[in-house]
Every structure is written in structure tokens, then in C-alpha cells.
């Protein structure tokens, strides 16, 4: 399913550099071994070679949004395959209601601010729901 280098590690999209940071380093605390990247551009070149454990997208970001990215990973990765955590200053339902269908496509929505323990939360909530 994934190879052994990729067993902890997320990729992490966010244009906010020290929100980034804030992140990495929370979950790196936590064990895991996060890449940040700070377009969507970049994060969708390295997933033509790699695909992590799990993806944290911020959905409002300049040039290809956090949903565009989130529509174009799930052209090729289900929901199980790549799970996605999408963040955001707005609620899901407007969030929902500015890109319909959403939803469906992320395992998890996060209101921002989002505290690396929150992260890190959602990360193992998603896993034992997998895990069933």
C-alpha cells in the first residue's frame, strides 16, 4: 500500500509559511514526518513521484485553490488511497456552498485556526475509522 519511507509521512499545503511551520513542527512532535509546501503546484509535481500517508490542504490559496487541488487528487486516489484534511477560515457549509460536492471528496474539515494537537487528532480519527 505505501512504501515504508512514506508510513508517517503528510504533505502539508499551506500559502501561510508560519501556519506551515506551526504545523510541521507540531506533528513532527507527534511522530510524523511532515513536507510543507506553500503552492499547490509544487505539492501536485511531488505527487506525480510520491504519495504520503495523508494530505492537509488550506482551500483558500492564490493560483490552484486547496479544492482544486482536493478535485485533482481525487481523479486518481479515493478517499482510502490518499486521505485529504481540508482547513479553512470559512464554516464547511459555506465552504460547501462556494464548491459543491466538497464534502465528498475530503475525509476531514477543519475550522481555522487549527492547533497541531487538532491536526494530529483528526489524523489518528481518520485512521481508526479506517481500521473500523
Known amino acids: 500500500m505505501y512504501g515504508k519511507k512514506?508510513?508517517?509521512k503528510i504533505f502539508c499545503v499551506d500559502d501561510?509559511?508560519?501556519l506551515g511551520e506551526l504545523y510541521r513542527i507540531g506533528l513532527e512532535l507527534?511522530?510524523?514526518t511532515v513536507v510543507s509546501f506553500d503552492h499547490t503546484e509544487k505539492v501536485l509535481e511531488v505527487l506525480d513521484r510520491e504519495k504520503p500517508l495523508l494530505l492537509i490542504t488550506n482551500l483558500m490559496m492564490p493560483g490552484i485553490s486547496g479544492y482544486e487541488l482536493v478535485t485533482r487528487i481525487r481523479r486518481k486516489?479515493?478517499?482510502t488511497e490518499l486521505p485529504i484534511i481540508a482547513m479553512c477560515k470559512l464554516d464547511l457549509a459555506q465552504c460547501e456552498k462556494m464548491h459543491p460536492g466538497l464534502e465528498e471528496k475530503i475525509n476531514?474539515?477543519?475550522l481555522q485556526p487549527v492547533?497541531?494537537?487538532e491536526l494530529a487528532d483528526t489524523i489518528m480519527n481518520i485512521y481508526r475509522k479506517r481500521k473500523g
Request: avoid cysteine.
Open 16 to 18: 501561510d509559511k508560519h
Open 115 to 117: 492547533s497541531p494537537q
Open 6 to 8: 512514506n508510513v508517517n
Open 108 to 110: 476531514a474539515f477543519l
Open 77 to 79: 486516489w479515493s478517499k
Open 30 to 32: 507527534r511522530g510524523f
